[in-house]
């Protein structure tokens, strides 16, 4: 997949903190941020197809006559 550069005005104080995690799993920060906005990608898509599936289901269930088929009285002696 071809790639292309990005822009990220981060705080000085972020950017410190941010070499010291990339030095310490071996890559670079540009990775790190890389990684993290595909999880947060793969993570929202994830749940857009969760939510697709539970609205298709909810749907389903609705038109397969799930209504109810007791009257008021039939639950209560008066």
Avoid: C, F, P
Avoid at 11 to 23: H, M, P
Avoid at 40 to 69: I, P, V
């Amino acid at each position: 997949m071809a790639k292309r550069n990005l822009t990220v005005q981060l705080d000085e104080d972020v950017i410190s903190r941010a070499r010291v995690v990339a030095e310490k799993r071996g890559t670079s920060i540009s990775q790190l941020v890389a990684q993290q906005i595909e999880h947060l990608a793969d993570e929202d898509e994830r749940y857009e197809a969760a939510r697709k599936r539970a609205m298709e289901l909810m749907d389903t269930a609705a038109t397969h006559g799930g209504g109810r088929k007791w009257k008021r009285e039939d639950l209560y002696d008066r």
